[in-house]
């Protein structure tokens, strides 16, 4: 049983296309994130939501827009791909925020913008 | 900018070695937790240190919270091979977590 899942594992796309991934969590969590992996595996924070509501906004482009349908579910929709967009993104949840959980990460995403 | 900062970027230790990775902060971090990142898969949590001082074992892996809570370490003794992936250490800046840039690790057998 998986607990974050995310889809698709891979997305080989053009510039200017805009996609969607998706994420969902069994494990009954309030919490959840997208983070960025870059080329040099470093790891950072693009959004938070916690039961629904965005409480974390790094500073992201406008052209992803993270949605939240229910706490066991988020997505990030990417318009106008750039080849920067490559990357690995990953979701994860938590049970709460603030920071003090544990994180729970899916199996990430590899973008591939050309 | 980056406020954890994690040493060395890359571990090359040979089968049975010990190592260490570090991870600072210029400012004081309520906790700290370590992942571990096998090639090609996705973080897991391994620990998390919330105590000035504070020392935690699991098997091999020894990690520490500094006194003045604001660096870390992961000690692993008798290297394995299955030891093999990134280690990231993450702190809590701002009611985030705030990763370091991870130390590679790649075991010579």
């Known amino acids: 049983d998986t607990a974050v899942s995310q889809t698709p594992k891979y997305l080989v796309t053009q510039m200017g296309n805009d996609k969607s991934i998706k994420c969902e969590q069994n494990l009954g969590h309030d919490t959840m994130y997208w983070y960025k992996q870059d080329s040099k595996k470093f790891l950072k924070i693009m959004f938070s939501y916690n039961n629904k509501e965005l409480i974390i906004n790094e500073t992201v482009p406008n052209r992803f827009s993270p949605k939240s349908p229910d706490k066991a579910h988020l997505n990030l929709h990417i318009n106008s791909l750039e080849l920067g967009d490559s990357a690995v993104y990953f979701c994860?949840?938590?049970?709460?925020?603030?920071?003090?959980?544990?994180?729970?990460f899916g199996p990430g995403t590899r973008l591939t913008v050309t | 900018g980056q406020q954890v900062m994690q040493i060395p970027q890359y571990q090359h230790v040979q089968e049975g070695e010990d190592f260490t990775t570090y991870c600072n902060s210029s400012t004081t971090l309520s906790n700290i937790q370590w992942y571990k990142q096998r090639p090609g898969g996705h973080p897991v949590f391994l620990i998390q240190l919330v105590k000035s001082g504070e020392v935690k074992k699991q098997k091999r892996l020894t990690f520490q919270f500094g006194e003045a809570k604001k660096n870390s370490s992961l000690h692993i003794t008798a290297t394995q091979t299955t030891d093999v992936g990134t280690y990231f250490c993450?702190?809590?800046?701002?009611?985030?977590?705030?990763f370091g840039a991870g130390t590679t690790v790649t075991v010579r057998a």
């Open positions: 994860a949840s938590s049970l709460a925020s603030g920071a003090t959980y544990e994180q729970y």
């Open positions: 993450a702190g809590r800046v701002d009611y985030k977590l705030s």
